[in-house]
């Protein structure tokens, strides 16, 4: 059975597999806004071409000072990359974690990082017959003799969000500990009702929350993402010593810009609350799977047929989408799917019955 690559969005692996040109494909399986990047950003980008022509600003000032002021935090408390993964990746090459607790399912490049630092991984695996969420029951995994915890909230790939109050709750247990909390917040800007937990900055230096800008703004070919944190030691020390000019010009100039589309985020929150039911109400329809509840802009679920080949069939009807066997604590009958345009949604819907219902 063929399987898209470690993430989603690997449409010319699979198109080629199928024999289909990557513009035959219609994605599911990245969880990118299909809005597209907001129309102002485009002439933006035009208009500023000859930045291409010079060095960055090695130091990134104003995007800073416009990521500060959008969550009201001392510019300190912030430092840009490219991508959210390559922030990932800079916190444990300096953090340097002996001991980590990983909830599992969740985005691969945790594990990845701390492996790279040779730190030890105790797995938190979600339970299926707790619809996989994050209960109290983790609060008794927290020990003294950790480093660090994970959590990605809404989590990817199942897209349920843990309880506000619980959240706190691990926050200051890993406080207690001396553990340092991790929580990946890319999907957040989908939720407009959720608060960050970087409101929780001032008082936990032990907390550390990352954020991207490439999904909600279809920008993940552009690669901006951000941490927000209190622990300006560890964030100076990432500044002084990674490379420089991780940053493209372009990119640096859309982190500084991207909070004032205003009319983008509403237009975005209009059709995520309209299509998010429409899709879900259109997959409730089979009785062949089981929908997970979802949080941001992705459904996760579970293909009943022990044997399922779901990806495959669906990718003969020119639909990709995310085959979660590759996640720690799932099988091959997982999937997510991304939630898009209307007549992307039919489409994926109407690939669905004939797969399911008609063989």
Not at 37 to 45: A, D, T, V
Not at 150 to 169: I, R, S, W
Not at 200 to 219: C, E, I
Not at 237 to 259: C, H, K, Y
Request: net charge neutral.
């Amino acid at each position: 059975m063929a399987i898209s690559g470690q993430h989603g969005g690997n449409v010319l692996q699979m198109a080629n597999q199928f024999g289909l040109a990557p513009n035959e494909v219609i994605d599911f399986s990245a969880n990118i806004n299909p809005l597209g990047m907001p129309g102002g950003l485009k002439h933006l980008f035009i208009e500023n071409l000859s930045k291409l022509e010079q060095y960055p600003d090695i130091d990134y000032h104003v995007l800073h000072r416009q990521l500060a002021r959008h969550h009201r935090c001392s510019q300190s408390h912030v430092v840009a990359g490219n991508g959210a993964t390559e922030l990932i990746f800079l916190w444990a090459q300096y953090v340097k974690p002996k001991k980590a607790l990983l909830v599992e399912p969740s985005f691969a490049e945790y594990r990845r990082a701390l492996t790279r630092v040779g730190c030890q991984i105790t797995n938190y695996l979600l339970r299926e017959d707790e619809e996989f969420r994050v209960t109290k029951r983790i609060l008794t995994a927290l020990s003294p003799d950790l480093d660090c915890l994970f959590l990605c909230t809404p989590n990817n790939p199942t897209g349920l969000q843990p309880d506000a109050d619980l959240l706190f709750e691990i926050l200051y247990r890993c406080d207690v500990m001396g553990i340092k909390l991790f929580v990946d917040e890319s999907f957040l800007d989908f939720m407009p009702k959720t608060k960050s937990f970087s409101r929780y900055l001032k008082s936990h230096k032990n907390l550390y929350v990352l954020r991207s800008l490439t999904k909600f703004y279809a920008l993940p070919g552009l690669r901006l993402g951000y941490m927000l944190s209190s622990d300006d030691e560890l964030l100076q020390q990432i500044r002084d010593q990674r490379e420089p000019w991780t940053i493209n010009a372009l990119a640096a100039l859309a982190g500084e810009v991207l909070f004032d589309f205003i009319t983008y985020h509403q237009e975005t929150f209009e059709w995520l609350e309209k299509e998010r039911g429409y899709l879900l109400a259109q997959l409730n329809q089979f009785n062949q799977i089981k929908v997970y509840p979802p949080s941001a802009n992705y459904i996760f679920f579970k293909h009943l047929d022990e044997n399922s080949d779901l990806q495959n069939h669906l990718m003969k009807h020119g639909i990709l989408i995310r085959s979660c066997g590759n996640y720690i604590g799932l099988t091959q009958q997982f999937y997510r799917v991304a939630i898009k345009s209307h007549q992307d949604n039919q489409q994926l819907i109407a690939a669905l019955s004939q797969v399911l219902n008609h063989g």
